[in-house]
C-alpha cells in the first residue's frame, strides 16, 4: 500500500517537473498524462485496500478512475487540437515562443 | 504484507520500470521518443492495475491510453515536424528549473504532512487474502447503478470534447471554400 502512495507521488513529481520545464508544449501534455496516471495508480491502489478491508462499495476508486481516463481523453483531444491550430498560425509549439497575449 | 513474495517482486519491477518510463518522458528531445516511453510507463501502470485486481481498469487503459490518445499524440507530433518546430537543434528546457524546483519541494513537503497525518490508515498491515472473482461485472454494476448520471454527464462531455477538437483542428481554408 504505502508502496503505491510512494510510487504514485513520484510519478507526480515527474508530471509536475515535466510541465514546469520543458519546452514543447506536446511533452508537457504528456506529462499532464503522467500526472493523471499517478492519480489513477493512487485511486486504485485505496480501492484495493479498502476492498481487503472489506468495505461495502469497494470499486468506488476505480469509478473514479474510469472518469479520469475519460476526462484524460477529452482533454488530450482538445489540447491536441489547439496545439494544431497554434502550429498552423505561428509554426511553432515551443511555449516560450507562444507569447502573443503577452504585452 | 498481504501479497505473496512474487507479487511484491512484480509490483516493484513495474512501478521501477514506470518511474524510469516517466523519467525518460521528460528528459529525451526528441518528442517521438518521449511518446514511446510514455507508452511503457502507461503499460507499465497497467501491469500494476493487474496485481492490484482492477482488471477492467487495465484493460481500459491499455486500450484507452496507449490504443487511442498515444495514436492521437503521434499522429500531432508528425504532423507537427520536430525539424520545421526548430525544436531539433534547440533548448530542450525552458528556463524555468528555479520554479520546478520550488514547485516539487513543495510537494515533497505536503506528502510528508499528509502522510504523517494519515499515519494508522496507510499502515502496512492490511487484512491478508486475495479478492475472488472478476471485477468488471462489480465496477459495471458501480458505474451504471451509482455513477448513472456522472456516466451521461462523461459522455455528453466526450461529444463536446469530439466537436470542439475538429473545429479547433479544422483548416480555415476550408471554411472559405465552404462559403
Given at each position: 500500500m504505502s508502496f503505491y502512495v510512494v510510487l504514485s507521488f513520484l510519478l507526480f513529481g515527474i508530471g509536475v517537473a515535466g510541465v514546469l520545464t520543458r519546452r514543447n508544449i506536446i511533452v508537457i501534455m504528456m506529462s499532464i498524462e503522467l500526472m493523471l496516471n499517478a492519480v489513477n495508480v493512487n485511486l486504485v491502489?485505496?480501492?484495493?485496500?479498502?476492498?481487503?478491508?472489506?468495505?461495502?462499495?469497494?470499486?468506488?476508486?476505480?469509478?473514479?478512475?474510469?472518469?479520469?481516463i475519460?476526462?484524460?481523453?477529452?482533454?488530450?483531444?482538445i489540447g491536441l487540437g489547439i496545439v494544431v491550430s497554434v502550429f498552423r498560425n505561428r509554426e511553432t509549439v515551443a511555449i516560450d515562443e507562444i507569447d502573443l497575449l503577452k504585452w | 504484507m498481504n501479497q505473496a513474495g512474487w507479487e511484491m517482486g512484480f509490483s516493484y519491477a513495474l512501478g521501477i520500470a514506470a518511474l524510469c518510463a516517466g523519467v525518460l518522458v521528460i528528459s529525451l528531445r526528441n518528442p517521438v521518443h518521449s511518446a514511446l516511453a510514455l507508452v511503457s510507463c502507461l503499460l507499465s501502470v497497467a501491469g500494476l492495475f493487474v496485481l492490484l485486481d482492477?482488471?477492467?481498469?487495465?484493460?481500459?487503459?491499455?486500450?484507452?491510453?496507449?490504443?487511442?490518445?498515444?495514436?492521437?499524440?503521434?499522429?500531432?507530433?508528425?504532423?507537427v515536424s520536430v525539424e520545421r518546430a526548430g525544436l531539433a537543434t534547440g533548448?530542450?528546457?525552458?528556463?524555468?528549473?528555479?520554479?520546478?524546483?520550488?514547485?516539487v519541494a513543495v510537494l515533497v513537503a505536503s506528502f510528508e504532512v499528509a502522510v504523517r497525518l494519515a499515519g494508522p490508515a496507510l499502515g502496512g498491515g492490511s487484512?491478508?487474502?486475495?479478492?475472488?472473482?472478476?471485477?468488471?461485472?462489480s465496477v459495471g454494476a458501480d458505474l451504471?447503478?451509482?455513477?448513472?448520471?456522472?456516466?451521461?454527464?462523461?459522455?455528453?462531455?466526450?461529444?463536446?470534447?469530439?466537436?470542439?477538437?475538429?473545429?479547433?483542428?479544422?483548416?480555415?481554408?476550408?471554411?472559405?471554400?465552404?462559403?
Open positions: 491502489a485505496f480501492s484495493h485496500n479498502w476492498e481487503l478491508r472489506g468495505a461495502i462499495d469497494p470499486h468506488t476508486g476505480q469509478v473514479f478512475a474510469i472518469f479520469v475519460v476526462v484524460a481523453a477529452a482533454e488530450a483531444a | 482492477a482488471e477492467f481498469l487495465a484493460g481500459v487503459q491499455v486500450l484507452v491510453y496507449v490504443g487511442g490518445v498515444m495514436v492521437l499524440f503521434l499522429f500531432v507530433i508528425m504532423l533548448r530542450v528546457y525552458s528556463s524555468q528549473a528555479l520554479p520546478a524546483v520550488l514547485c487484512p491478508a487474502g486475495r479478492i475472488d472473482g472478476g471485477n468488471t461485472e451504471y447503478m451509482r455513477a448513472a448520471l456522472p456516466f451521461e454527464i462523461a459522455s455528453v462531455l466526450l461529444l463536446v470534447a469530439i466537436v470542439g477538437a475538429v473545429l479547433l483542428a479544422r483548416e480555415r481554408r476550408s471554411e472559405h471554400a465552404l462559403d
